[in-house]
């Protein structure tokens, strides 16, 4: 599912599911703000799944907030540092009103574009019950000979651009969780990790952003 943002480019962020969680509704939020200066780059639609009937969570639900707030680039930085955290404030809002609403099982995610100790993503990091997934016991960099904590590019430490955030409900059910960095070519000559056999070049990649994912146990 794929609701239209605001980027010109077709720069959109969606998501997919299996039959086994149907999508039970939608929010968008890309009409968010003035006209003329909409708060999100591209939208933070939230998408409410129903959780498996035979689950220990049958009848409850999972709420799922999508993003990709403003990047760094451009001639000037400081505009795009109070967007991001213009954008970093009203997701942290959104998130706070569902808890109050009395959702429990929230997750947040997406291309945040600035790194863990910015002062454009404070409000969402530091000042919500949030929790990255990073902060999981065994953790899995996907490299197995380096420290690789970045998600984007060659994955160095300036580079941990790309974020799982769970509600304390969910973080109290992972089991794991970790970088997927196999279809990212990384460095020159791709050998800085492990990636598919079949890319032999960088055309080859999915993307330059490695995919994170949570282990969550519902049962």
């Given at each position: 599912?794929?609701i239209?943002?605001?980027?010109?480019?077709?720069?959109?962020?969606?998501?997919?599911?299996?039959?086994?969680?149907?999508?039970?509704?939608?929010?968008?939020?890309?009409?968010?703000?003035?006209?003329?200066?909409?708060?999100?780059?591209?939208?933070?639609?939230?998408y409410?799944?129903?959780?498996?009937?035979?689950?220990?969570?049958?009848?409850?639900?999972?709420?799922?907030?999508?993003?990709h707030?403003?990047?760094?680039?451009?001639?000037?930085?400081?505009?795009?540092?109070?967007?991001?955290?213009?954008?970093?404030?009203?997701?942290?809002?959104?998130?706070?009103?569902?808890?109050?609403?009395?959702?429990?099982?929230i997750?947040?995610l997406?291309d945040?574009?600035?790194?863990?100790?910015?002062?454009?993503?404070?409000?969402?990091?530091?000042?919500?019950?949030?929790?990255?997934?990073?902060?999981a016991?065994?953790?899995?960099?996907g490299?197995p000979?380096?420290?690789?904590?970045?998600?984007?590019?060659?994955?160095?430490?300036?580079?941990?651009?790309?974020?799982?955030?769970?509600?304390?409900?969910?973080?109290?059910?992972?089991?794991?969780?970790?970088?997927?960095?196999?279809?990212?070519w990384?460095?020159?000559?791709?050998?800085?990790?492990?990636?598919?056999?079949?890319?032999?070049?960088?055309?080859?990649?999915?993307?330059?952003?490695?995919?994170?994912y949570?282990?969550?146990?519902?049962?």
């Amino acid at each position: 599912m794929l609701i239209d943002g605001n980027d010109s480019r077709g720069i959109d962020v969606g998501i997919l599911a299996k039959d086994q969680y149907p999508i039970h509704d939608i929010r968008s939020h890309v009409d968010d703000g003035p006209f003329d200066n909409r708060i999100f780059s591209r939208d933070c639609p939230e998408y409410r799944f129903d959780l498996p009937e035979d689950s220990g969570l049958a009848g409850e639900s999972l709420l799922v907030l999508v993003n990709h707030l403003k990047s760094k680039f451009g001639r000037d930085q400081a505009t795009s540092d109070k967007r991001r955290r213009r954008q970093a404030e009203e997701v942290a809002r959104i998130y706070r009103q569902r808890r109050d609403d009395g959702a429990e099982h929230i997750a947040v995610l997406g291309d945040f574009n600035d790194t863990p100790d910015s002062a454009p993503l404070q409000p969402l990091l530091a000042d919500t019950d949030l929790t990255d997934i990073a902060a999981a016991p065994d953790f899995d960099d996907g490299d197995p000979d380096e420290d690789c904590p970045g998600t984007f590019g060659n994955g160095t430490k300036n580079n941990k651009i790309d974020y799982l955030l769970l509600s304390p409900s969910l973080f109290e059910r992972t089991t794991g969780g970790g970088i997927f960095r196999k279809g990212v070519w990384g460095g020159t000559h791709g050998t800085l990790f492990p990636h598919f056999d079949t890319m032999t070049s960088k055309v080859h990649a999915a993307s330059d952003h490695a995919a994170v994912y949570a282990d969550i146990d519902i049962s």
